[in-house]
């Protein structure tokens, strides 16, 4: 990385955009003596983007977009944590404002957050012309949270450990498409994780055959990946933290049996949720279902979208670089 911390010339904003992911697979381990869980998960980016602009300014962060009062605009925000990280890391004494504006769900388990520090990272990276690459990108996204390396890097990736190492599945190209039905309200992730815990400390010690059922290993879901049958993945996805989902928020189940009733291919909550992934054969039978959907007033907003898309990268640069 270079000393020289000095600002580009002409450099003053950088707008960058980073996708939403969500979870073809994810298997959860139980809680470990640090308090996080083993994840085993196929993450997948999909088109619904936060757009983030970085400028030398004042120190401040303005949200915009659906959600935006949800969102804090304080330093814990996790952009102004990452253009912090950036700054004291070059050692520089530039005031930088970052202006936020949400395409992807609140609290919606499709990692918005993660995706507003991912494109702060890119973004300042080329303000303060660091000139870090990907992987010392990633490296320090890991730093402000498990999903924060796979929204730099896009596409599909195999994550382990809290889900921040990554490795890239090149053959899983195929285009996917998904229905995302929005739910009012949101559900905290560290919560959602503490109910799965509760759960499953419920089983009965005398009977392991008895309670939560785990997602099994990867490789028939990473092999269906490398065809273009989306009813075999279909018949693939898992999501172990569904089941904590809909104890916190019961009103969901509606919401799956609605969108499988539609004719979605599959039906589960995204990540930690409270959004539901429907996912169909092509655009029209998604657009279908998502007409569906909405009629039976099950959801706040529906959308329709698809996936696998690239990573963070830069939309705007003055510096023309």
Request: hydrophobic letters at 45%; charged letters at 25%; aromatic letters at 2%.
């Amino acid at each position: 990385m270079p000393c020289d911390a000095s600002i580009p010339a002409g450099a003053r904003a950088v707008t960058a955009v980073a996708p939403a992911k969500i979870n073809l697979h994810l298997g959860v381990g139980d809680v470990r003596g640090d308090g996080y869980h083993d994840l085993l998960t196929v993450y997948r980016a999909v088109d619904l983007w936060e757009r983030v602009t970085v400028s030398l300014d004042d120190d401040e962060v303005v949200v915009t977009g659906p959600g935006a009062p949800q969102v804090p605009t304080d330093r814990t925000n996790l952009a102004a944590r990452a253009v912090d990280l950036l700054r004291d890391e070059a050692g520089s004494d530039a005031r930088i404002a970052i202006r936020i504006h949400k395409g992807v769900p609140v609290a919606g388990g499709m990692a918005g957050g993660s995706a507003d520090a991912a494109a702060a990272l890119v973004a300042t990276d080329r303000l303060l012309g660091l000139g870090l690459g990907r992987a010392a990108l990633e490296e320090r996204a890991a730093r402000l949270g498990s999903d924060v390396p796979f929204c730099i890097r896009g596409g599909t990736a195999l994550g382990t450990g809290r889900g921040e190492k990554l490795a890239t599945l090149l053959h899983a190209r195929a285009e996917q498409h998904i229905v995302v039905a929005l739910a009012d309200g949101g559900l905290s992730t560290p919560t959602v994780f503490a109910e799965l815990d509760r759960l499953r400390a419920e089983r009965d010690p005398a009977d392991p055959e008895r309670g939560l059922p785990r997602a099994g290993g990867v490789d028939p879901l990473v092999a269906a990946l490398a065809g273009d049958d989306p009813a075999a993945v279909a018949g693939l996805l898992a999501n172990d933290m569904e089941a904590a989902a809909l104890s916190l928020m019961p009103a969901l189940r509606r919401t799956l049996c609605v969108g499988r009733e539609a004719g979605a291919l599959h039906g589960m909550v995204s990540g930690s949720g409270p959004t539901c992934l429907f996912f169909c054969t092509d655009r029209d039978h998604a657009i279908a279902v998502a007409a569906e959907i909405s009629e039976h007033g099950v959801a706040r907003e529906v959308r329709v979208t698809r996936g696998p898309v690239g990573g963070a990268h830069i939309v705007d640069d003055p510096t023309g670089k």
